[in-house]
């Protein structure tokens, strides 16, 4: 009697299989929205302006002369809702007929619409903390530069240092900015630079970083260590690509790190939610398919530009 063997009945074996299991892209973290203060008292409309007023002088008195009176100075901060973003999908009937993996498909089509928008609010708000400033200028305050070019110079130029951490707390001193609650947001290329430094990899130079060979700087987004006040986060939607002169120095294709205090009161960046992501979906009769869509509106703009320190590497 004739048996079975691979060799006389591999019709009868799969060659391929496919699993159950979808693999999915790795995720960089978010976590921006949470230094942005949310505007309460914008009902309506797309724009709202925010009055503000500056400080008064103290003048000299001559004794029986009459007492000077000055004005404070005013100024207005517009604020519009400039973002309507949109991110969809569809699944057509055929596919869903025929797909092994149509449920896996339809379950992940709302969260990930809304990881699109997240992403796309994330970036936008880094942009504007970029865009705040003039580009090609120090922005000086008091006369300490709220833009500059990493003066790191090993194994490349424009690389960030440790000095440059001391410039943007000077920085923020100068502009009368609390020290409580500052942060500096990085780029990836930042913290390798930070790991590789010969002070921090060399212990015995500076006893402060001890643990770091073993430990790493980081642990999820923060760093483990406090640099001159900041604790440090790392963030993968930094403005990239600015190429510009900024005192005399260049920097080409580069990269806006951010220095400020998240403290409650001074926080840079205001914003409003005008809508929130909504979803929606309807079955398309003409085209035979399902479609998803999520919307959502918002604006996002630097509101204290003394409380933003830039510096490109």
Not at 37 to 44: A, E, H, I, T
Not at 235 to 261: D, K, M, R
Request: with cysteine; proline share 4%.
């Amino acid at each position: 009697m004739a048996g079975f063997m691979v060799s006389t009945n591999d019709h009868l074996i799969r060659s391929s299989l496919w699993s159950k299991d979808i693999k999915e892209v790795l995720l960089a973290d978010l976590m921006g929205l949470k230094f942005v203060r949310m505007l309460q008292d914008f009902p309506d409309g797309d724009t709202i302006n925010i009055p503000s007023i500056g400080q008064m002088d103290a003048l000299d008195y001559v004794e029986g002369q009459p007492v000077r009176y000055t004005a404070m100075d005013t100024g207005n901060f517009p604020f519009s809702i400039n973002q309507y973003k949109s991110s969809a999908t569809y699944i057509t009937n055929k596919m869903k007929q025929d797909s092994f993996y149509m449920s896996e498909l339809t379950s992940s089509f709302v969260p990930k619409m809304a990881r699109a928008i997240a992403t796309a609010m994330e970036a936008d708000m880094f942009a504007n903390c970029n865009s705040g400033q003039d580009s090609g200028d120090p922005n000086t305050w008091n006369g300490a530069r709220h833009r500059f070019v990493g003066s790191g110079s090993s194994p490349a130029s424009n690389l960030i240092s440790i000095v440059d951490f001391a410039k943007a707390a000077y920085a923020l001193d100068k502009a009368y900015v609390p020290t409580q609650n500052r942060v500096a947001i990085v780029d990836p290329s930042v913290e390798y630079t930070l790991s590789t430094l010969t002070n921090i990899v060399n212990v015995s130079n500076n006893c402060m970083w001890e643990g770091v060979i073993t430990t790493g700087l980081t642990s999820g987004m923060r760093f483990l260590k406090n640099i001159y006040g900041f604790d440090v986060y790392v963030s993968h939607f930094l403005p990239q690509g600015i190429s510009e002169t900024v005192s005399g120095v260049s920097v080409t294709n580069g990269v806006a790190n951010l220095f400020f205090s998240a403290a409650s009161d001074v926080v840079p960046l205001v914003g409003q939610v005008r809508q929130p992501p909504k979803v929606d979906s309807d079955y398309n009769k003409d085209l035979q398919r399902d479609e998803y869509v999520t919307t959502c509106r918002w604006g996002l703009k630097l509101f204290r530009p003394e409380n933003m320190v830039v510096c490109l590497t």
